[in-house]
């Protein structure tokens, strides 16, 4: 069955940077779009950044710039390098599939 699993998360101070690591299992990794999402308390989850599998991305306004997405197709995992973090940042962090497929999640806390 189709897994992704998150890590990376933790506390920063503003300004730092985490990189997220997502290891997908159950599927012909190079061949999916992933995708990373992310959900702050009493907000709804939103696209944060995706890359399909020929290589193109597409992020959210509101972190281009700031964060990379890009994905080792021979470890089947994709990645998160966040940059320039932000309070506003601070959210629960998915890892995403097509097929309706998630991770449990890891939490990014951006403060000082």
């Known amino acids: 069955q189709v897994q992704l699993v998150e890590s990376g998360g933790g506390l920063v101070q503003p300004g730092g940077s985490l990189r997220l690591s997502c290891v997908a299992s159950?599927?012909?990794?190079?061949?999916?779009?992933m995708g990373w999402y992310r959900q702050a308390p009493g907000k709804e989850r939103e696209m944060v950044a995706v890359?399909?599998?020929?290589?193109?991305?597409n992020y959210a306004d509101s972190v281009k710039g700031r964060f990379t997405i890009f994905r080792d197709n021979a470890k089947n995992t994709v990645y998160l390098q966040m940059n320039s973090l932000k309070p506003e940042d601070t959210a629960v962090y998915y890892c995403?599939?097509?097929?309706?497929?998630w991770g449990q999640g890891t939490q990014v806390t951006v403060s000082s």
């Open positions: 159950g599927f012909i990794f190079s061949l999916y779009t």
């Open positions: 995403n599939t097509e097929g309706g497929h």
């Open positions: 890359v399909r599998s020929g290589g193109s991305t």
